[in-house]
């Protein structure tokens, strides 16, 4: 069985987050608050620390008024 996690997936779901975030000029703290997720929680998927869940995903998705399709939306650099 092959690893569940892929890694580089992951760091590049949380590098396409943080753009997503930023362009939009949201910060941390504030998408924090409006997709009731810890602070902390969304640094670690952003550093590409933590495998999120489709769930969070949606709750950001949301919070930053995107489509949920545009938070997998990127190329992984190998």
């Given at each position: 069985?092959?690893n569940?996690?892929?890694?580089?997936?992951i760091?590049?779901?949380?590098?396409?987050?943080?753009?997503?975030?930023?362009?939009?000029?949201?910060?941390?703290?504030?998408?924090?608050?409006?997709?009731?997720?810890?602070?902390?929680?969304?640094?670690?998927?952003?550093?590409?620390?933590?495998?999120?869940t489709?769930s969070?995903?949606?709750?950001i998705?949301?919070?930053?008024?995107?489509?949920?399709?545009e938070?997998?939306?990127?190329?992984?650099?190998?």
């Open positions: 069985m092959s569940v996690r892929d890694i580089e997936f760091k590049a779901f949380g590098i396409n987050l943080k753009k997503l975030r930023t362009e939009n000029k949201v910060p941390q703290e504030e998408l924090a608050n409006s997709s009731d997720i810890p602070i902390s929680q969304i640094g670690r998927i952003e550093r590409g620390e933590i495998n999120t489709i969070t995903a949606y709750a998705s949301k919070a930053l008024e995107i489509d949920i399709k938070l997998f939306n990127f190329t992984i650099e190998k």
